[in-house]
């Protein structure tokens, strides 16, 4: 069992920066794959970022790339996404999500835990 716990949501204007924190807390937290998702109201589920278990690999949603940079830190245990150039299409409720094993994937299903959620505002 794995527990996320996310933070650092809040509003901004367009162009500033934020920095999410998930923190794992659970037997092995630090060996699963880990990832960003968000909701914005009225729309599906994203991918945003994800990274794997040893850091090896970084793949971003095409709409993020080179403004969203996503690490892991704490043995592990905690996964940040940092926020740049922000625009007011980012503005959604952000979720840290893990899964067991090596892997990456971009599809929500493929996660078995999920945070409460942490909601990102961006103002123009």
């Known amino acids: 069992q794995v527990q996320l716990v996310e933070s650092g949501g809040g509003l901004v204007q367009a162009g500033g920066s934020l920095r999410l924190s998930c923190a794992a807390s659970?037997?092995?937290?630090?060996?699963?794959?880990m990832a960003w998702f968000r909701q914005a109201a009225g729309k599906e589920r994203e991918f945003v970022a994800g990274?794997?278990?040893?850091?090896?690999?970084?793949p971003y949603a095409d709409s993020v790339k080179g403004r969203f940079i996503i690490s892991r830190a704490n043995a592990g245990n905690t996964v940040y996404l940092q926020m740049n150039s922000l625009k007011p299409e980012d503005t959604a409720v952000y979720y840290c999500?893990?899964?067991?094993?090596?892997?990456?994937?971009?599809?929500?299903?493929?996660?078995?835990?999920w945070g409460q959620g942490t909601q990102v505002t961006v103002s123009s």
């Open positions: 659970g037997r092995t937290a630090s060996s699963y794959s």
């Open positions: 999500a893990a899964r067991s094993g090596g892997l990456v994937y971009r599809a929500s299903d493929r996660y078995d835990y």
């Open positions: 990274i794997t278990w040893t850091g090896g690999s970084t």
